[in-house]
């Protein structure tokens, strides 16, 4: 068989063997991985919720959110979610284009503190904001309260119920 420059991109085929390409089975295991343990068990949950006792019944949903506390809890969500997706995007579009249209000092810098992002776990997050933003000894409310003479610890990190001047500022502050 002669191979020219055009059928160098084909697989050849002969006759009794048969072509092993080992990515397709590395493919294969991390799709059935998502599936076993990500997409089944989110199915298994949205059917339960639906069908708790083996017929359908909206019961759970009724009961889940007939307290005003889950309202709260699921609106405190939504507004937190939406303020750090604006916020996130009015930093990160200019940032991203400096780095990478401009010669921006320190490119390498924010190009290695993009990266970062992803390798830090959320949680290592949550808890140095809960460290920094703790109402009684935070560090960040300690120098606050420190620097203006305040009484009271302008930030409740726990929750979204602190007061109103301060939650532009704290939106600012976490992204």
């Not at 017929?55 to 750090?84: C, D, H, M, P, Q």
């Not at 930030?155 to 939106?171: D, Q």
């Amino acid at each position: 068989m002669i191979i020219t420059a055009r059928s160098v991109n084909y697989k050849v085929r002969t006759k009794g063997k048969i072509n092993f390409d080992f990515k397709w089975i590395v493919i294969l295991i991390i799709i059935a991985f998502l599936l076993i343990f990500q997409v089944f068990p989110l199915l298994y949950l949205i059917v339960r919720s639906f069908f708790p006792n083996g017929s359908f019944s909206l019961e759970g949903f009724k009961r889940i959110y007939s307290y005003a506390l889950n309202w709260t809890a699921l609106k405190n969500t939504i507004v937190s979610a939406g303020l750090s997706m604006i916020f996130g995007v009015l930093l990160a579009f200019p940032l991203a284009w400096l780095v990478g249209r401009t010669n921006l000092y320190g490119k390498k810098f924010f190009r290695v503190l993009f990266v970062m992002t992803y390798m830090v776990p959320p949680y290592v997050g949550a808890m140095a904001w809960l460290r920094l933003l703790n109402p009684k000894v935070g560090t960040l409310n300690v120098l606050i309260q420190n620097l203006f003479g305040l009484s009271k610890a302008p930030f409740n990190i726990p929750t979204l119920g602190f007061n109103k001047r301060s939650h532009v500022t704290f939106i600012l502050l976490v992204d």
